[in-house]
T-cell receptor, first 113, second 111 residues
Framework: KNQVEQSPQSLIILEGKNCTLQ??????????LRWYKQDTGRGPVSLTI?????NTKSNGRYTATLDADTKQSSLHITASQLSDSASYIC????????????FGRGTSLIVHP | DVKVTQSSRYLVKRTGEKVFLECVQD?????MFWYRQDPGLGLRLIYF???????EKGDIPEGYSVSREKKERFSLILESASTNQTSMYLC??????????FGPGTRLTVT
């Protein structure tokens, strides 16, 4: 069964610090991996998508990496801000046109002033 | 911008009531989804639809049904609400690149 595991489950950091969130998956054959950000009380919003051939992709202060060999991805947040406080969800899709991707349970990030 | 709207942000219902959650998208997407989200469990798929009048069960369909009479509208129905259906409900539609666009969610409380 396809699985997506995220760690840590929760994280508290001080404003201005960096942090890295992890995502390990067993989805195969792999098509792509998305990171979503979900603010409290809102729906998830896509931050970035990683395909098989991509190792690193940045979106402002967010940098995602992908190692398709070890089936791991990370989301690095640089110089955190209070607005980064949210849940970050890793979602992996397999090839073959499946309608349903596999969701991780998310990492809850709290940034303190 | 893709917009997915849900009929209510907050809803309180009594046990046994029939509950309708409405979702509308404005981007002509064929695929639409209903999830529930609970602390520690993440998003779990209830039902999805890949075309008008077409529906498929997700991972946790028990106690729910859906309706898709028009392409832009996907409704989730709780036939007889129970307290264990208290949750955040998220609707999503998906584009041809498989990106899902989520609505703001409906926080349902069943008392």
């Amino acid at each position: 069964k396809n699985q997506v595991e995220q760690s840590p489950q929760s994280l508290i950091i001080l404003e201005g610090k960096n942090c890295t969130l992890q995502c390990n998956y067993t989805v195969s054959p792999f098509s792509n991996l998305r990171w979503y950000k979900q603010d409290t009380g809102r729906g998830p919003v896509s931050l970035t998508i990683m395909t098989f051939s991509e190792n690193t992709k940045s979106n402002g202060r967010y940098t995602a990496t992908l190692d398709a060999d070890t089936k791991q991805s990370s989301l690095h947040i640089t110089a955190s801000q209070l607005s980064d406080s949210a849940s970050y969800i890793c979602v992996v899709r397999e090839t073959g046109g499946s309608y349903i991707p596999t969701f991780g349970r998310g990492t809850s990030l709290i940034v303190h002033p | 911008d893709v917009k997915v709207t849900q009929s209510s942000r907050y809803l309180v219902k009594r046990t046994g009531e029939k509950v309708f959650l409405e979702c509308v998208q404005d981007m002509d997407h064929e695929n639409m989804f209903w999830y529930r989200q609970d602390p520690g469990l993440g998003l779990r798929l209830i039902y999805f639809s890949y075309d008008v009048k077409m529906k498929e069960k997700g991972d946790i369909p028990e106690g729910y049904s859906v309706s898709r009479e028009k392409k832009e509208r996907f409704s989730l129905i709780l036939e007889s609400a129970s307290t264990n259906q208290t949750s955040m409900y998220l609707c999503a539609s998906r584009d041809s690149y498989y990106e899902q666009y989520f609505g703001p969610g409906t926080r349902l409380t069943v008392t």
